[in-house]
């Protein structure tokens, strides 16, 4: 871990850091899931509509009897089960990111808070160095609190 090449950091520094490093990676899998679970949906959606017009909408006379037999087909209603279902996993995964994000940015404004705060003589040496290493390598801004 980049971390511990560097010198002179205190366990807490190296834990809030790893914490915050943590709550990335769990922003972004949740971030990855969300969207793996609406490409899903809207495939699904794709090929529920082009064999809907394939097979029942093109030659439609009645619009009841052609609802009737989507209705009745059980690969249309399981279709329909799946489509739904991965956009409940959306709205789920939408949430979950949503309490993550704010989650990171607590933690972050509190290691930011501690980097630029600091008492510790060892710290003050490598506090742009621990920022710039965290940016570059995990994609986490400590230099201002908003994002």
Same mark, same amino acid.
């Given at each position: 871990?980049?971390?511990?090449?560097?010198?002179?950091?205190?366990?807490?520094?190296?834990?809030? @850091?790893?914490?915050?490093?943590?709550? %990335?990676?769990?922003?972004?899998?949740?971030?990855?899931?969300?969207?793996?679970?609406?490409?899903?949906?809207?495939?699904? @959606?794709?090929?529920?509509?082009?064999?809907?017009?394939?097979?029942?909408?093109?030659?439609?006379?009645?619009?009841? $009897?052609?609802?009737?037999?989507?209705?009745?087909?059980?690969?249309?209603?399981?279709? $329909?089960?799946?489509?739904?279902?991965?956009?409940?996993?959306?709205?789920?995964?939408?949430?979950?990111?949503? %309490?993550?994000?704010? %989650?990171?940015?607590?933690?972050?404004?509190?290691? $930011?808070?501690? @980097?630029?705060?600091? %008492?510790?003589?060892? @710290?003050?040496?490598?506090?742009?160095?621990?920022?710039?290493?965290?940016?570059?390598?995990?994609?986490?801004?400590?230099?201002?609190?908003?994002?």
């Amino acid at each position: 871990m980049p971390l511990e090449s560097l010198d002179n950091l205190s366990a807490d520094t190296i834990n809030l @850091l790893k914490e915050v490093i943590k709550k %990335k990676k769990k922003k972004d899998r949740f971030e990855n899931n969300r969207n793996l679970s609406l490409l899903s949906a809207l495939s699904l @959606l794709l090929i529920f509509m082009i064999l809907l017009y394939l097979t029942d909408l093109s030659r439609v006379t009645d619009p009841f $009897i052609t609802f009737a037999n989507i209705l009745l087909n059980p690969f249309y209603l399981i279709m $329909i089960s799946l489509i739904s279902l991965s956009f409940v996993y959306y709205n789920f995964f939408q949430k979950k990111l949503k %309490k993550e994000k704010e %989650k990171l940015n607590k933690v972050r404004t509190e290691a $930011i808070e501690y @980097l630029n705060d600091t %008492k510790n003589m060892n @710290l003050q040496d490598n506090v742009e160095l621990i920022k710039k290493l965290m940016r570059e390598e995990y994609d986490i801004n400590l230099y201002v609190k908003n994002k």
